[in-house]
């Protein structure tokens, strides 16, 4: 066998350091790096090319995706902060090259949904706290000291600017934007900006649409359903009604309204 052979097979090995604790039930995938003094608790699985840096906790039934990074202080798989939790099995599930900064905080689920979920291609930024059953999709963006109360849902490609509390039950909309500082007690619909204390609707996030790839021809038709809901002097209600007449029913408007129309905790607005 030729000395690159031998590398190339060393190289998928796991490397884990001697002060790092893995339970005998966790699951480690090729190349993956567990830094100094981390735990990785049982049924754990940790998907290849993952980094899990220093002083990190893997409590337990927590899956990683590939290429992870997970920095210092990170706690992941932890128990429901939540007083009906009565010990059930529930899990925490990670996507792909998630990024997951110092002293954030992952919880699993409860029995009302079994798991908490963030997706792939995320960047939880320090002191982030996801709580339990939660779900984040995909190139989800959470800086510094957000912090997310139970059963939010944060669709994909949406930015949450520090220092931001969600209330639970929440839902944050595809491609929205919340300013950092705010309060979000209600739902934010998608393509939207948000922000303050109470929140207001800043119009649609033109700027990330656009950097995004989205057409002039959509977002135009965007604006348009935009301002029949939020600028025609109608509540809410009729304004989704007019649109649904008068807007192009394309599907990013679909979904704007169909998002408003099945809001249970109600719409931040201007």
């Known amino acids: 066998m030729s000395d690159s052979g031998v590398d190339a097979e060393a190289w998928t090995e796991p490397r884990i350091h001697e002060t790092a604790l893995v339970d005998d039930e966790a699951e480690i995938g090729s190349g993956v790096v567990v830094g100094p003094y981390s735990i990785v608790g049982p049924r754990v699985k940790v998907g290849a090319g993952t980094e899990i840096g220093p002083h990190v906790l893997l409590e337990r039934d927590t899956v990683l995706g590939e290429d992870c990074r997970i920095y210092k202080g990170a706690v992941l798989g932890t128990d429901p902060q939540d007083l009906k939790f009565q010990g059930e099995r529930t899990v925490l599930?990670?996507?792909?090259?998630?990024?997951?900064?110092?002293?954030?905080?992952?919880?699993?689920?409860?029995s009302a949904r079994g798991r908490t979920v963030v997706g792939s291609d995320?960047?939880?930024?320090?002191?982030?706290?996801?709580?339990?059953?939660?779900?984040?999709?995909?190139?989800?963006?959470?800086?510094?000291?957000?912090?997310?109360?139970?059963?939010?849902?944060?669709?994909?490609?949406?930015?949450?600017?520090?220092?931001?509390?969600?209330?639970?039950?929440?839902?944050?909309?595809?491609?929205?934007?919340?300013?950092?500082?705010?309060?979000?007690?209600?739902?934010?619909?998608?393509?939207?900006?948000?922000?303050?204390?109470?929140?207001?609707?800043?119009g649609l996030n033109a700027v990330g649409l656009e950097r995004r790839?989205?057409?002039?021809?959509?977002?135009?038709?965007?604006k348009q359903a935009y301002r029949h809901?939020?600028?025609?002097?109608?509540?809410?209600?009729?304004?989704?009604?007019?649109?649904?007449?008068?807007?192009?029913?394309?599907?990013?408007?679909?979904?704007?309204?169909?998002?408003?129309?099945?809001?249970?905790?109600?719409?931040?607005?201007g």
């Open 93 to 110: 599930e990670v996507g792909d090259r998630t990024v997951i900064r110092e002293y954030a905080t992952l919880n699993r689920g409860t």
């Open 213 to 222: 790839g989205f057409s002039p021809e959509t977002r135009k038709a965007l």
């Open 122 to 202: 995320c960047l939880l930024m320090a002191y982030s706290h996801v709580a339990h059953d939660c779900e984040l999709g995909n190139h989800v963006i959470l800086s510094n000291s957000v912090n997310m109360a139970g059963h939010v849902v944060i669709e994909d490609w949406v930015i949450v600017g520090g220092i931001t509390p969600i209330h639970q039950f929440v839902r944050i909309g595809a491609h929205a934007f919340v300013g950092g500082g705010s309060r979000i007690p209600q739902d934010i619909p998608p393509y939207c900006r948000a922000a303050g204390n109470p929140p207001k609707l800043y």
């Open 229 to 269: 809901v939020f600028m025609s002097g109608l509540n809410v209600s009729q304004g989704v009604s007019r649109a649904e007449e008068a807007a192009e029913l394309i599907p990013e408007v679909r979904h704007f309204l169909g998002f408003i129309k099945n809001s249970e905790r109600g719409i931040t607005i």
